[in-house]
Every structure is written in structure tokens, then in C-alpha cells.
T-cell receptor, first 114, second 114 residues
Framework: EPEVTQTPSHQVTQMGQEVILRCVPI?????FYWYRQILGQKVEFLVS????????KSEIFDDQFSVERPDGSNFTLKIRSTKLEDSAMYFC????????????FGPGTRLTVT | DAKTTQPTSMDCAEGRAANLPCNHS???????VYWYRQIHSQGPQYIIH???NNETNEMASLIITEDRKSSTLILPHATLRDTAVYYC???????????????FGQGTTLQVKP
């Protein structure tokens, strides 16, 4: 069964450093998402991406964040200058079409900012 | 998207049916009810969705009241692997002026006990 993959599974970085989290969505999917989950808290929507542009972003997704689909397979989330409060689990998700009801989530990347 | 209310936690004996309630009294006519679950910090997993009719798939059944103000997710024979946080989400489908984002609440932590 096709699945969403994410790398790395765990990333440790120092405050102020840039990080790039990588996702490979399911190959024929067209809609892509990033969510985050701070330890012990709920899953929060960050951004949705369709047709090579951001279609919606949350208040969390400020100028420090950016997303990109540099080729036909990868979908990346970049944090330019990490803060301690960026420590969280980051989940990538994808859906097939605008009529899809099911989002497929990856296993997540645990980001630890020290 | 309409707001949902779920109990914080529930227990269920292994092999018995788990019935997880959700209130969504402000649901509008074109909003669907979706259920996802998250097993121990893994990525959320789609379970089932419905509009007004009861639905069943290989994982679960979804019972929606006639007035659509509440629903119940039923796991007919719960196993230890069903221990997870279960999220009830109400929204319009992707494509209907909606980018497809999912708004997660705190969900219900279901503990299946031997």
C-alpha cells in the first residue's frame, strides 16, 4: 500500500539554525499539508499546498516557515531560524484530489531545538 | 467548521465494542463527520466519514443521529492495538472552498484493557 514517508525521523538542531524537513507524498496525490504537534498537545494545521503554491496557512506559519515542492516527488518544510518553541512533531499529509475524503499522514519528524 | 465535543478519555475491555461519542450541535448541512485516530505519536490515520447515513467499513461503524447533532464511532471488537486518541472532525469536503485542512481537537483517549 502506498504511504507518505518523512525524513529524518528525528532532527536535533541548535536555536537559530535552519532546518529542512522532507516528505515524499503518495505519488499521484495533488494536495499536500504540514501539521505540527507539540508534545502533549493537539495536532495543529500549518499549511496546505496545491498546484505549486500555498493555498492556506495558519497563524503559526509565519515568515520563518516556507514550503516547497522542488521536484515531482519531494515536499519540504523549511524553518529559517529555529526557536525553542519550534520543538514538536511535524507531520506531512497528502490527498489525491479535491474530492478526496481521506488524508494520508506520514510517520512524522521529531524536531528538537536546543 | 463546526465545533465538536468529545469525552477526554474512555476505557474498553478487549474484545468488547468501543463506542466513542461526539457532539457537533452546530453542524451545517454540507459538513461531513470524519473520524481519525492517532496511535502513540504516529501520524493520524483516517478511519471513516459520513454525511447523514450510517456508514461501515473494515475498521469501524459510524452512527449519525437523525438531526446530525451527534455521532458515535463504533469499534465492534476492540483490540489492544486500538488504544489511541480518536478525533471527531467536522468540515466540508476539499474543493468546496476548502483547502482540505483538518482541525483537530483534543480527541478521546481510548484505552483498551486486557
Amino acid at each position: 500500500e502506498p504511504e507518505v514517508t518523512q525524513t529524518p525521523s528525528h532532527q536535533v538542531t541548535q536555536m537559530g539554525q535552519e532546518v529542512i524537513l522532507r516528505c515524499v507524498p503518495i505519488s499521484n496525490h495533488l494536495y499536500f499539508y504540514w501539521y505540527r504537534q507539540i508534545l502533549g498537545q493537539k495536532v495543529e494545521f500549518l499549511v496546505s499546498f496545491y498546484n505549486n503554491e500555498i493555498s492556506e496557512k495558519s497563524e503559526i506559519f509565519d515568515d520563518q516557515f516556507s514550503v516547497e515542492r522542488p521536484d515531482g516527488s519531494n515536499f519540504t518544510l523549511k524553518i529559517r531560524s529555529t526557536k525553542l518553541e519550534d520543538s514538536a512533531m511535524y507531520f506531512c499529509a497528502s490527498t489525491l484530489t479535491s474530492e478526496s475524503y481521506e488524508q494520508y499522514f506520514g510517520p512524522g519528524t521529531r524536531l528538537t531545538v536546543t | 467548521d463546526a465545533k465538536t465535543t468529545q469525552p477526554t478519555s474512555m476505557d474498553c475491555a478487549e474484545g468488547r465494542a468501543a463506542n466513542l461519542p461526539c457532539n457537533h450541535s452546530t453542524i451545517s448541512g454540507n459538513e461531513y463527520v470524519y473520524w481519525y485516530r492517532q496511535i502513540h505519536s504516529q501520524g493520524p490515520q483516517y478511519i471513516i466519514h459520513g454525511l447523514k447515513n450510517n456508514e461501515t467499513n473494515e475498521m469501524a461503524s459510524l452512527i449519525i443521529t437523525e438531526d446530525r447533532k451527534s455521532s458515535t464511532l463504533i469499534l465492534p471488537h476492540a483490540t489492544l492495538r486500538d488504544t489511541a486518541v480518536y478525533y471527531c472532525i467536522v468540515r466540508v469536503p476539499s474543493g468546496s472552498s476548502n483547502t482540505g485542512k483538518l482541525i483537530f481537537g483534543q480527541g478521546t483517549t481510548l484505552q483498551v484493557k486486557p
